[in-house]
């Protein structure tokens, strides 16, 4: 099952990575968002459920808790902006997952 989500997630970054570096003289930012784990509703239903599980995804992230929709909502907010205009024309993806 992960193989086949995983192959999926790498077509998306290369299709990503092709559109913004084909297009970057033209002006259009194309970038990809590659969160980690995220306290969305049904994520934190399931953590609730399964306190097993809940413990192996945060010994997975290395600040030791789960990421907020609203640390994703500033980091998509950074790239509409022009300090962003850089790394979004070098066809450049953003990890938000917790690593420094």
């Known amino acids: 099952m992960f193989g086949n989500i995983l192959d999926e997630a790498m077509r998306?970054?290369?299709l990503t990575r092709s559109?913004?570096?084909e297009h970057a003289a033209a002006g259009p930012r194309i970038c990809a968002i590659?969160?980690?784990w995220i306290k969305t509703p049904p994520v934190a239903n399931w953590?609730?459920?399964d306190k097993?599980?809940?413990k192996a995804v945060v010994r997975q992230t290395p600040r030791g808790h789960i990421g907020d929709p609203d640390e994703i909502a500033a980091a998509v907010l950074w790239l509409c902006c022009d300090a962003a205009s850089f790394a979004v024309?070098?066809?450049d993806?953003?990890?938000v997952h917790g690593v420094n």
């Open 12 to 14: 998306v970054i290369g």
């Open 34 to 36: 590659c969160p980690g």
């Open 93 to 95: 993806r953003r990890r």
């Open 19 to 21: 559109a913004a570096l």
């Open 89 to 91: 024309h070098h066809g």
């Open 47 to 49: 953590m609730k459920r």
């Open 52 to 54: 097993g599980v809940a």
